[in-house]
């Protein structure tokens, strides 16, 4: 171990040549003198944009006829291809000129020939996976975050299926498909179905509606499976008429951390296990639909269990993936060296394995599955300080080695940014932040043209540039993420950008979650935001400017215009309440009027009647008076006329007697 791994030995004549620059390095340094954009330049020269990015930060070699279609739209009268056959000559076939460790990237499947310490675990799966041949069920690669899991399925899996390893006649033809779930799993799941099957997404999903067994029928109806190898044989056809699909859904998690809506991922997972199924209840006939792998984070393997029709299909299938041992780490390391070209200074090996804590003899090993990006890293940034093609001790030491090395190889990209670029740069990196349920940070995919809309998008895109040629950022065809996790932690920068802005993060999401819903949700007006969730969302779009998706921008635009047309017709509202409150104003004093006028009219009439009745009372009075006085006058006139008459009968008499009166 403590050899040094050779590189090829180079002619005689290339003895005398000056070590040649990078071709990839001198391609960006060209187009970026010429002003020339990647998108304008993948498009002249009909490459992608992923791949030549892959180029200009070392980890794709720019090959001959590359070089030829970058120095016509270039016109750099040919010197990127004089570049590449210098290097050529140098290194025998230019390999030395690659690195061969991807960093905080993960190994994807044209990376292969780099991938190392994973073969016992590679065969595993495939064992998996060949058993769900005729059973059926869900092979599932269950690992920490950083262990590799990912890079497990797409330089491992992958390259070992088109290989033919699968035991079934023809399965090296087999269509292969990767795919992570996103916001949209249910979407994600059905494009890829109707790239690998022609299946149209319409039809799956109304397939997948009236139940698995549609969907599985239907994919079968378009994919026959092959029947025995006689019968090829006897046909001498040389691959099978038809394929079988395996799916591999990598980053299984982020059905629980991105997507919010729990009727789609109910229809993702239904749509899984029908996939998963053997197409007869005992198991026995033509197997699954499709063969599908899960890539999970152990710490969301529990959420997986939660679905006991998920569960249920991941007990035959499940690989846990731990860390490497010793061994496999010495493999790592040194396995891609050896087959780049590269010199491997004594003792360097035994230097990285005990920084990484697998510096024992026994098969033991202090190492955590966490710590591979950072080895991943740290031995790039050995690479990019290599002397010639020799890895030293003294280079890797200058990095910051294991632990170091995320962190310097940030620092020192951001500090040789220009001003506007470092101020542009926290919300670039924070809008590529998502924080899960538990307040963790993880990563998330955005497209770069939002990235690019903010108020200064060069420098937006100079800072996306630099970061990417650090390899700190990944570019895949239109979208940039943050190459790895290990990226947020091992920056204390960027750890501190996150903590000071979790507010920010979190309303971005809800946000973000609410425009979804809105749109698949055919944009009914009561999903938009009002009152003070939508203060909050426009308080957050005003403070992060051009980082809102497209979609997010209608969201909030039409929660504005409801808002506006709601405002609009209060205004109206109370207008009218306003001039029946008037009116209502004005019955009332008249009808108050009115009633008093009434009320005065009718107390006239009171006192008049009252005085009426006090006159008459008087005048009953006085008649009553009146009739007394003249009973009594009446009276007193009778008793005179009898006193009178008593009178004038006792004088009769007594004149009668005595004869005097």
Same mark, same amino acid.
């Given at each position: 171990?403590?050899?040094?791994?050779r590189v090829r030995p180079a002619s005689a004549a290339a003895d005398d040549l000056p070590p040649p620059v990078a071709p990839?390095?001198?391609?960006?340094?060209?187009?970026?003198?010429?002003?020339?954009?990647?998108?304008?330049?993948?498009?002249?020269?009909?490459?992608?944009?992923?791949?030549?990015?892959?180029?200009?930060?070392?980890?794709?070699?720019? /090959?001959?006829?590359?070089?030829?279609?970058?120095?016509?739209?270039?016109?750099?009268?040919?010197?990127?291809?004089?570049?590449?056959?210098?290097?050529?000559?140098?290194?025998?076939?230019?390999?030395?000129?690659?690195?061969?460790?991807?960093?905080?990237?993960?190994?994807?499947?044209?990376?292969?020939?780099?991938?190392?310490?994973?073969?016992?675990?590679?065969?595993?799966?495939?064992?998996?996976?060949?058993?769900?041949?005729?059973?059926?069920?869900?092979?599932?690669?269950?690992?920490?975050?950083?262990?590799?899991?990912?890079?497990?399925?797409?330089?491992?899996?992958?390259?070992?299926?088109?290989?033919?390893?699968?035991?079934?006649?023809?399965?090296?033809?087999?269509?292969?498909?990767?795919?992570?779930?996103?916001?949209?799993?249910?979407?994600?799941?059905?494009?890829?179905?109707?790239?690998?099957?022609?299946?149209?997404?319409?039809?799956?999903?109304?397939?997948?509606?009236?139940?698995?067994?549609?969907?599985?029928?239907?994919?079968?109806?378009?994919?026959?499976?092959?029947?025995?190898?006689?019968?090829?044989?006897?046909?001498?056809?040389?691959?099978?008429?038809?394929?079988?699909?395996?799916?591999?859904?990598?980053?299984?998690?982020?059905?629980?951390?991105?997507?919010?809506?729990?009727?789609?991922?109910?229809?993702?997972?239904?749509?899984?296990?029908?996939?998963?199924?053997?197409?007869?209840?005992?198991?026995?006939?033509?197997?699954?639909?499709?063969?599908?792998?899960?890539?999970?984070?152990?710490?969301?393997?529990?959420?997986?269990?939660?679905?006991?029709?998920?569960?249920?299909?991941?007990?035959?299938?499940?690989?846990?993936?731990?860390?490497?041992?010793?061994?496999?780490?010495?493999?790592?390391?040194?396995?891609?060296?050896?087959?780049?070209?590269?010199?491997?200074?004594?003792?360097?090996?035994?230097?990285?394995?005990?920084?990484?804590?697998?510096?024992?003899?026994?098969?033991?090993?202090?190492?955590?599955?966490?710590?591979?990006?950072?080895?991943?890293?740290? @031995?790039?940034?050995?690479?990019?300080?290599?002397?010639?093609?020799?890895?030293?001790?003294?280079?890797?030491?200058?990095?910051?080695?294991?632990?170091?090395?995320?962190?310097?190889?940030?620092?020192?990209?951001?500090?040789?940014?220009?001003?506007?670029a470092r101020q542009a740069l926290p919300p670039v990196l924070l809008n590529l932040v998502h924080l899960d349920q538990g307040?963790?940070?993880?990563?998330?995919?955005?497209?770069?043209?939002?990235?690019?809309?903010?108020?200064?998008?060069?420098?937006?895109?100079?800072?996306?540039?630099?970061?990417?040629?650090?390899?700190?950022? /990944?570019?895949?065809?239109?979208?940039?993420?943050?190459?790895?996790?290990?990226?947020?932690?091992?920056?204390?920068?960027?750890?501190?950008?996150?903590?000071?802005?979790?507010?920010?993060?979190?309303?971005?999401?809800?946000?973000?979650?609410?425009?979804?819903?809105?749109?698949?949700?055919?944009?009914?007006?009561?999903? @938009?935001?009002?009152?003070?969730?939508?203060?909050?969302?426009?308080?957050?779009?005003?403070?992060?400017?051009?980082?809102?998706?497209?979609?997010?921008?209608?969201? @909030?635009?039409?929660?504005?215009?409801?808002?506006?047309?709601?405002?609009?017709?209060?205004?109206?509202?109370?207008?009218?309440?306003?001039?029946?409150?008037?009116?209502?104003?004005?019955?009332?004093?008249?009808?108050?009027?009115?009633?008093?006028?009434?009320?005065?009219?009718?107390?006239?009439?009171?006192?008049?009647?009252?005085?009426?009745?006090?006159?008459?009372?008087?005048?009953?009075?006085?008649?009553?008076?009146?009739?007394?006085?003249?009973?009594?006058?009446?009276?007193?006139?009778?008793?005179?006329?009898?006193?009178?008459?008593?009178?004038?009968?006792?004088?009769?008499?007594?004149?009668?007697?005595?004869?005097?009166?």
């Amino acid at each position: 171990m403590n050899q040094p791994v050779r590189v090829r030995p180079a002619s005689a004549a290339a003895d005398d040549l000056p070590p040649p620059v990078a071709p990839g390095r001198r391609l960006h340094e060209i187009r970026k003198k010429r002003g020339v954009s990647l998108d304008k330049l993948a498009e002249g020269a009909s490459y992608t944009k992923g791949y030549l990015s892959k180029i200009e930060t070392g980890e794709k070699p720019l /090959t001959a006829d590359a070089a030829k279609a970058c120095d016509r739209v270039l016109q750099t009268g040919g010197e990127l291809t004089r570049l590449v056959q210098a290097t050529q000559q140098m290194t025998g076939d230019g390999t030395a000129d690659v690195c061969p460790y991807p960093g905080l990237a993960s190994f994807q499947p044209p990376d292969a020939a780099w991938f190392y310490g994973r073969e016992r675990a590679t065969a595993s799966l495939v064992d998996r996976l060949a058993g769900n041949l005729r059973d059926g069920g869900l092979a599932v690669v269950v690992a920490p975050s950083g262990a590799g899991k990912s890079s497990l399925l797409r330089a491992g899996l992958v390259p070992e299926l088109r290989r033919g390893a699968l035991p079934a006649y023809g399965s090296r033809h087999w269509p292969v498909s990767i795919l992570t779930p996103g916001q949209r799993p249910l979407e994600a799941l059905l494009d890829t179905l109707q790239q690998t099957t022609h299946v149209p997404k319409p039809l799956a999903h109304r397939a997948l509606a009236r139940g698995g067994h549609s969907l599985n029928a239907l994919l079968r109806s378009r994919w026959p499976f092959p029947g025995p190898v006689s019968s090829f044989a006897r046909s001498g056809e040389q691959t099978p008429p038809v394929t079988r699909p395996v799916l591999i859904i990598d980053q299984f998690e982020e059905l629980f951390t991105l997507c919010e809506d729990d009727t789609e991922r109910d229809e993702f997972l239904s749509a899984v296990r029908a996939l998963a199924v053997s197409a007869r209840p005992d198991g026995r006939g033509e197997g699954p639909a499709a063969l599908v792998v899960l890539g999970i984070r152990a710490d969301y393997y529990g959420h997986c269990l939660a679905y006991p029709g998920l569960a249920a299909h991941m007990e035959s299938g499940h690989l846990p993936l731990g860390p490497m041992s010793p061994d496999e780490l010495c493999t790592a390391i040194t396995g891609p060296a050896d087959r780049a070209g590269l010199v491997l200074q004594p003792g360097l090996t035994e230097v990285i394995l005990r920084d990484i804590g697998a510096h024992r003899a026994s098969s033991s090993s202090n190492c955590s599955a966490e710590a591979l990006p950072l080895l991943a890293h740290a @031995l790039r940034a050995t690479w990019q300080q290599r002397t010639d093609n020799i890895l030293t001790v003294h280079g890797y030491e200058r990095t910051g080695g294991i632990h170091g090395a995320i962190e310097a190889s940030a620092e020192r990209a951001y500090r040789a940014l220009p001003q506007a670029a470092r101020q542009a740069l926290p919300p670039v990196l924070l809008n590529l932040v998502h924080l899960d349920q538990g307040n963790r940070a993880t990563r998330r995919h955005v497209t770069q043209p939002p990235l690019a809309n903010g108020p200064d998008p060069a420098a937006v895109q100079t800072a996306v540039d630099a970061f990417t040629q650090a390899r700190l950022l /990944t570019l895949d065809a239109d979208h940039v993420t943050i190459a790895h996790e290990a990226l947020l932690t091992a920056w204390p920068r960027l750890s501190q950008w996150i903590t000071d802005d979790r507010d920010g993060l979190r309303t971005r999401q809800q946000l973000t979650d609410a425009a979804d819903n809105w749109e698949h949700s055919d944009r009914a007006p009561d999903l @938009l935001h009002r009152g003070a969730r939508l203060a909050v969302a426009e308080e957050w779009a005003e403070q992060h400017p051009g980082t809102a998706e497209p979609l997010v921008k209608e969201f @909030l635009q039409a929660s504005r215009d409801q808002a506006y047309e709601e405002q609009r017709l209060e205004r109206r509202h109370v207008r009218r309440l306003r001039h029946a409150v008037v009116a209502l104003s004005a019955l009332l004093v008249v009808t108050v009027t009115s009633l008093a006028f009434a009320y005065c009219v009718y107390d006239r009439a009171q006192n008049k009647e009252a005085q009426a009745f006090v006159l008459a009372a008087r005048a009953a009075e006085r008649e009553a008076r009146l009739r007394r006085d003249r009973l009594e006058a009446q009276v007193a006139e009778e008793l005179s006329r009898d006193l009178a008459y008593v009178h004038c009968s006792k004088h009769e008499r007594c004149i009668a007697v005595g004869g005097r009166p």
